[in-house]
């Protein structure tokens, strides 16, 4: 049984930080092809934020560039978000995802937690 639980997400001002982390339980992440973050605003797609592949490669949204970070640690069996120069644009509930493919696909999702960032 796998589940995720993101944690980390609350109300911030216009250029502060916040640090995100998804707790993987049930399996351990290097399972994963990768772990990635998205996010998700009222009348909007959700979008990929940042992912992290096993091999260790990184992707990020352009928006996000040079602000957000992913990272992981396997002893914790945790990925993290770091979030800084935080903008009202980054508003948005963050959810966890871990994905495998080998032999057929599957995707776990966390429940999701809500960023709020004040201008």
């Known amino acids: 049984q796998v589940q995720l639980e993101e944690s980390g997400g609350g109300l911030v001002q216009a250029g502060g930080s916040l640090r995100l982390s998804c707790v993987v339980s049930?399996?351990?992440?290097?399972?994963?092809?990768?772990m990635a973050w998205h996010r998700q605003v009222p009348g909007k797609q959700r979008e990929l934020v940042a992912a992290?592949?096993?091999?260790?490669?990184?992707q990020y949204v352009d928006s996000v560039k040079g602000r957000f970070s992913i990272a992981r640690d396997d002893a914790k069996n945790t990925v993290y978000l770091q979030m800084n120069n935080l903008q009202a644009e980054d508003t948005a509930v963050y959810y966890c995802?871990?994905?495998?493919?080998?032999?057929?696909?599957?995707?776990?999702w966390g429940q999701g937690t809500p960023v709020t960032v004040s201008a």
């Open positions: 995802l871990a994905r495998y493919a080998a032999g057929g696909s599957r995707d776990y």
């Open positions: 049930g399996q351990t992440i290097t399972y994963f092809n990768y």
């Open positions: 992290l592949y096993l091999g260790g490669n990184e």
